[in-house]
């Protein structure tokens, strides 16, 4: 399924960025900045995939949804939030999620857990070669916390992207119209551990309880480690417009979150820079602060 998120002249553009994810909410709480950077830039085309309507989410307010209506609420979540950020074009590949590690939702047989790995990565590779992306994002190995749909669209999108470019790979496509493509980056986004850390210190500071869930994060590896960021995106300008498309997932904003424990502007601070690793390349480049680095 596909949805153009809003109404632009994409015709001057001459990159494009593909966001792969797993639910409504990652593109905003992980990736916003980034996303905002580069739907503003006015080279840069952005196209989002999601895998799920995030069904088996948590509801912060019953008044916002029932269980049995909220895989459409948060499609419309996510519909806010593209806007917001100025995401080109959005698809939803239709997947049910799958819930956390260990829960009944992963035995349903709609959900991502129980899909076919090539019938998924078929289907990111068909809006590959349907968008021509010059780089691709996705979940680092870990999901960021070990969501097992983050982890699972780590591996789908890690295939399909030497997938795209092979003409051998899903010849059904090509025989449809769409051409092989190969994107020219791939890179792996998580929340960097440091700002993990930073975030708990800045609640400890205001004397904020630590909730339970953070605390265990503390004790294993969570998110990327520093070192593993190559690519910094330098976003705090555009921290409003991250936080405007976080807003618009009001059934995922649990009141005890660090957004709605600490205050704007140390968020602002702690959220100046999104953190990548990058994976592949097939263009010889040292990093910096861009992702087109090397491709402009």
Request: glycine share 6%; proline share 5%.
């Amino acid at each position: 399924m596909a949805m153009s998120s809003r109404s632009t002249n994409v015709q001057n553009k001459s990159l494009t960025l593909m966001a792969v994810f797993a639910h409504p909410d990652d593109e905003s709480f992980g990736t916003g900045g980034t996303l905002a950077r580069y739907g503003a830039d006015p080279e840069v085309r952005v196209v989002l995939v999601c895998a799920t309507r995030g069904e088996a989410g948590e509801i912060s307010d019953p008044e916002l949804a029932t269980p049995d209506r909220l895989g459409e609420v948060r499609e419309q979540e996510l519909r806010c939030a593209t806007e917001a950020l100025g995401v080109d074009q959005l698809h939803i590949l239709g997947y049910r999620d799958s819930g956390m590690a260990g829960t009944r939702e992963n035995l349903d047989p709609r959900s991502l857990a129980m899909a076919k790995f090539d019938e998924v990565v078929g289907k990111i590779v068909a809006h590959i070669r349907r968008e021509q992306p010059d780089v691709i994002m996705t979940f680092d190995q870990t999901g960021g916390y070990g969501h097992p749909d983050h982890v699972a669209v780590h591996y789908h999108t890690r295939a399909a992207f030497s997938a795209a470019a092979d003409p051998l790979r899903y010849p059904e496509q090509i025989e449809a119209g769409l051409a092989v493509h190969q994107a020219k980056k791939l890179y792996y986004t998580a929340i960097p551990r440091r700002f993990f850390l930073d975030m708990v210190d800045k609640m400890k500071e205001l004397g904020h309880e630590i909730p339970e869930r953070y605390l265990q994060r503390l004790e294993g590896p969570f998110g990327l480690p520093d070192f593993a960021c190559t690519t910094d995106v330098y976003v705090e300008e555009y921290w409003d417009v991250k936080q405007a498309a976080v807003q618009c997932h009001a059934t995922q904003l649990n009141p005890d979150s660090f957004f709605a424990a600490l205050p704007p502007e140390i968020m602002r601070e702690l959220q100046a820079w999104e953190c990548f690793q990058l994976a592949e390349s097939l263009v010889s480049t040292e990093e910096d602060h861009d992702l087109f680095i090397g491709l402009r």
